[in-house]
């Protein structure tokens, strides 16, 4: 053999990064695109240009980013004398404080790799995410909106076959149960270590996704410092911007475009709320003068109507509102900047790359029509029909994309890559699309059946297979409908083991959320019937199954 290396041999089933073409990357680096730059650089770059600036605010803290680097080099020390190795996984799931970004910055110094969880996750995906990454350790809290994160670790934990060492925060004596480690006790003497290799795996981010388990979707430090480096450009990110954290931290939306990163690198400041609910945001945005932040469509609806009702928050600070993560109705869309008296811009993203904005300069009928245009002019986007062949100029089809910060492949799934990319490696995003005149993205619907719940994605068949475990379900079927609010709505058909002695909708609901199934993916509404309408090939047929149920609630 010629070529000898240190990393293991790994078959494709098992491939945790797929590379860019190598005449590809050579062209990202060329361009200046890929920096060569790790996220714990760019802390030490922000930290030593200005130490004294505030670089995270919450309900209880502030920190300057002084403060936040000694933060960082003792939990990453604590860590380390935990036994925490680089190159070695690490889940998160925190709400929306100090402490995370602490924590995420640990794990880059050492070189440990942060596995971004939600804090709705429950047991089924934990545990499917525990033994995907065959995390080490994982790091959450002990009480979150009075649901005892501590006990699910654990029980995570206890679930998987591999050691996995769990990590609380907590903020009372007594908070942490036996068997955890307090995440207090994590300080250790600063200490050098060795820097990641710019072109490595930085972390694992999740894929909304449309089969079962939540996809590991693996990012480099050189693809995702740039598609943070071109938001701030695009989003005009200074050292004056105060970036509010409204949604889960760890969603790739606020952590990146431009989100707390974003913020980060610019040298500006981070604030998080632990709820976007008017009445908890509303108040930070006063507090910390926040001037941006990043909204799913139904939290923007929210904000919007308790603007124009009038609040007596200050929130004159706000410079520039995001929404996206699902589509943004026009309508709802032309009402933020007058309600909050900041500037939208619409994003269309994905947490395995491809983000488009609209632009300040865009006129106001593309910024609230469209979903705005690919942030880099290396991003590769085309709209091809289910043969994969190009539409017409303006028509709908699929979108497919590869760029210098879309991934080529999911971290150990060959199955998934074999459907979510093509033979050369771009990425289907699963989304039907068309373009407009001037180049702007319109996002139309999906093509592959995942449901998007005002910016939660739902799989419909993660939650089949939840509600086939009850054993009065014969058959079940998954679909989303319509809703003014949520965008969709998710509805479960489901038909009775025993006709004669169908299961209450009731009970079948909350046996999915035992199940230990994240709230969002609960089904709306459920109904029992007989049988299930059939395609013309004896398939289930989904669009049958939305128009009867669109009947029913017109009747009801
Ligand atoms: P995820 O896989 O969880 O990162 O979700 C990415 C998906 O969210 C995209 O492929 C779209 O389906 C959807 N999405 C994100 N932003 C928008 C938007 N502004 N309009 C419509 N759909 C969006
Ligand atoms: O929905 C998303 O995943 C998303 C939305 C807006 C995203 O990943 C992003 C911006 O970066």
């Not at 050579?26 to 200046?32: D, N, T, W």
């Not at 959450?140 to 679930?159: I, N, P, Q, R, W």
């Not at 449901?451 to 054993?471: D, F, M, T, Y």
């Amino acid at each position: 053999m010629s070529s000898m290396t240190t990393e293991p041999e790994m078959s494709d089933t098992e491939a945790s990064f797929t590379p860019w073409p190598a005449e590809l990357a050579e062209r990202y680096r060329r361009e200046g695109l890929w920096a060569g730059r790790t996220f714990d650089d760019v802390l030490r770059d922000t930290v030593a240009a200005r130490p004294e600036h505030t670089a995270v605010v919450d309900a209880h803290r502030q920190w300057t980013y002084r403060d936040l680097d000694g933060k960082v080099d003792a939990l990453a020390a604590g860590l380390a004398d935990l036994g925490v190795t680089p190159g070695q996984r690490v889940m998160i799931q925190l709400p929306n404080r100090a402490e995370y970004i602490q924590t995420v910055f640990a794990l880059f110094r050492l070189g440990a790799l942060p596995v971004f969880c939600l804090p709705a996750h429950r047991s089924a995906e934990l545990t499917a995410l525990a033994k995907s990454s065959a995390a080490v350790a994982l790091v959450t809290v002990d009480e979150h909106e009075k649901f005892d994160h501590a006990s699910l670790a654990l029980d995570v934990a206890g679930a998987v076959e591999h050691d996995m060492q769990v990590i609380v925060l907590s903020d009372s004596a007594g908070g942490i149960p036996d068997g955890a480690v307090d995440f207090g006790s994590l300080r250790g003497a600063p200490r050098e270590f060795a820097r990641a290799e710019p072109s490595s795996v930085a972390f694992l981010q999740l894929s909304g996704g449309s089969t079962g388990v939540p996809k590991l979707i693996p990012r480099t430090h050189d693809d995702y410092l740039y598609s943070v480096v071109r938001s701030n450009e695009i989003c005009e990110v200074t050292p004056d911007t105060v970036y509010l954290a409204a949604l889960p931290a760890a969603h790739n939306f606020p952590m990146s475009s431009p989100g707390i990163l974003g913020a980060v690198v610019a040298g500006g400041t981070v604030a998080l709320t632990l709820s976007p609910a008017p009445s908890v945001a509303f108040a930070m945005i006063e507090k910390a003068r926040v001037t941006m932040t990043g909204l799913v469509p139904p939290l923007a609806r929210l904000w919007t109507e308790t603007a124009e009702q009038g609040t007596d928050f200050d929130v004159s600070s706000l410079v520039t509102v995001l929404v996206g993560g699902a589509r943004c109705p026009d309508e709802l869309a032309a009402r933020v900047e007058p309600a909050l008296g900041a500037r939208l811009q619409q994003v269309f993203g994905m947490a395995e790359g491809l983000v488009c904005y609209t632009r300040f300069d865009d006129p106001m009928g593309i910024v609230t029509t469209t979903q705005g245009r690919p942030m880099s002019p290396f991003d590769e986007v085309r709209v091809v029909d289910d043969h994969g062949d190009d539409v017409p100029a303006g028509a709908e089809g699929n979108l497919i994309t590869q760029g210098p910060y879309t991934i080529r492949g999911y971290y150990r799934n060959a199955g998934a890559n074999a459907r979510s990319f093509t033979a050369d490696g771009w990425y289907r995003t699963g989304d039907v699309v068309r373009f407009d005149d001037a180049g702007n993205i319109i996002v139309c619907g999906r093509a592959v059946d995942h449901i998007n719940r005002g910016g939660e994605k739902v799989s419909a068949e993660e939650v089949e297979e939840q509600l086939l475990a009850h054993p009065a379900v014969r058959d079940a079927v998954v679909v989303g409908v319509p809703d003014p609010y949520l965008g969709n709505r998710t509805c479960a058909f489901v038909l009775a083991a025993d006709p004669a002695a169908p299961p209450r909708t009731g009970t079948i609901r909350k046996f999915v959320r035992e199940r230990g199934l994240a709230a969002w993916k609960v089904p709306d509404v459920v109904t029992v019937l007989d049988e299930f309408p059939e395609t013309g090939v004896g398939k289930t047929s989904r669009k049958d199954l939305r128009t009867l149920l669109t009947a029913n609630a017109e009747n009801a």
